[in-house]
């Protein structure tokens, strides 16, 4: 590959995305201690935005199961298990966030 070529987010194959994909889910499936709300404080999107997603990108599926597919499990136990109440500082900070995505 020539390392000086320019490369676009649509010349990546799709079977390399896919992996990678792949590997940022379980990834997140193994890291319980990332919470969505600061997920959603640093970057802007969490694992139910990725549920979505793949919902809006053609998965046959409703968001509760795209969500039980993302979290390794219903959200609602995962949600019992590893979720945290939100301090006023983490919802503060996802607000702010989450309006930098509104273009």
Same mark, same amino acid.
């Given at each position: 590959?020539?390392?000086?070529?320019?490369?676009?987010?649509?010349?990546?194959?799709?079977?390399? %995305?896919?992996?990678?994909?792949?590997?940022?889910?379980?990834?997140?499936?193994?890291?319980?201690?990332?919470?969505?709300?600061?997920?959603?404080?640093?970057?802007?999107?969490?694992?139910?935005?990725?549920?979505?997603?793949?919902?809006?990108?053609?998965?046959?599926?409703? +968001?509760?199961?795209?969500?039980?597919?993302?979290?390794?499990?219903?959200?609602?136990?995962? +949600?019992?298990?590893?979720?945290?109440? %939100?301090?006023?500082?983490?919802?503060?900070?996802?607000?702010?966030?989450?309006?930098?995505?509104? +273009?």
């Amino acid at each position: 590959m020539d390392t000086n070529a320019t490369l676009t987010l649509d010349d990546l194959p799709d079977a390399v %995305a896919a992996a990678a994909f792949r590997r940022l889910v379980r990834h997140l499936q193994h890291r319980h201690d990332a919470q969505n709300i600061d997920l959603m404080g640093l970057s802007g999107f969490c694992r139910n935005c990725l549920a979505d997603w793949i919902v809006d990108a053609g998965l046959d599926a409703d +968001k509760a199961t795209a969500r039980t597919l993302i979290h390794g499990m219903p959200m609602d136990e995962w +949600k019992v298990r590893y979720q945290h109440e %939100a301090t006023p500082e983490q919802l503060a900070l996802m607000q702010e966030s989450v309006a930098r995505n509104a +273009k």
